[in-house]
């Protein structure tokens, strides 16, 4: 119930192309799912994050979709660019529980192509 | 305004050593997070650190071990180094006992030979 299944492993994409990264989550005590991009050499920044009583938020070109029934969410980013290549990393967690620890996914490595 | 800062920034050991990692949080937080991030996957909780006090434990063995100091920076120490240990240890930090949102440093990477 702790896990947080993450897909594509990875994800090629033309710039301006619209890449989906998806998540889905067993344990509906979580209330909290962010998204962090990791590059290379670098620790995870948090990109967006979402709660469940709304079914999306946008900032910028990233927007999450968030599936309460379905235990899903998602990561959209419009108008890729190159400098979006990075790994993605869903996560979620139990904002009122005794130390709110991440859970996080497995990764999603995307490659946007010039 | 500086993030979380780790040290140091590379370690190499071998096997049986001991092992100290070092962590400052971001200013205004007072909550200092541990994860273990091995190659190709994604973070795992080790613990958590709150009012110097450990306050959940992740599932790793007792080799691995942290305290907080009064102001609020943390340690990680992992005893009796095994090969599997090799990964990037991340500190990440955040407010008010933990209260999202967590902010990471970019982490040591620990290799054992």
């Known amino acids: 119930q702790q896990q947080v299944k993450q897909s594509p492993q990875s994800l090629i994409v033309q710039k301006g192309g619209i890449p989906i990264i998806n998540c889905a989550y067993e344990?509906?005590?979580?209330?909290?799912f962010p998204w962090y991009q990791q590059f290379p050499g670098k620790g995870p920044a948090l990109l967006i994050a979402i709660r469940p009583d709304v079914s999306e938020k946008k900032e910028g070109r990233f927007t999450i979709s968030f599936n309460k029934s379905a235990k899903q969410f998602s990561l959209h980013i419009m108008d890729s660019q190159p400098g979006d290549s990075a790994t993605y990393f869903c996560?979620?967690?139990?904002?009122?529980?005794?130390?709110?620890?991440?859970?996080f996914g497995t990764g999603t490595l995307l490659a946007v192509q010039p | 305004d500086a993030g979380v800062t780790q040290s140091p920034t590379h370690l190499i050991k071998t096997r049986g050593q001991q092992v100290t990692l070092r962590c400052s949080p971001k200013s205004g937080h007072d909550t200092v997070s541990w994860y273990q991030q091995a190659l190709g996957q994604g973070p795992q909780f080790i613990f958590q650190y709150y009012e110097e006090e450990e306050r959940q434990r992740g599932n790793f063995p007792d080799r691995f071990s942290g305290h907080q100091f009064p102001n609020y920076s943390s340690e990680l120490n992992v005893n009796a180094l095994l090969l599997g240990d090799s990964a990037l240890y991340l500190c990440?930090?955040?407010?008010?006992?933990?209260?999202?949102?967590?902010?990471f440093g970019d982490g040591t990477r620990l290799s054992i030979l």
């Open positions: 990440a930090s955040s407010s008010r006992g933990g209260n999202q949102p967590q902010h």
């Open positions: 344990n509906t005590a979580f209330d909290y």
């Open positions: 996560a979620a967690t139990r904002e009122g529980g005794a130390t709110n620890k991440l859970i």
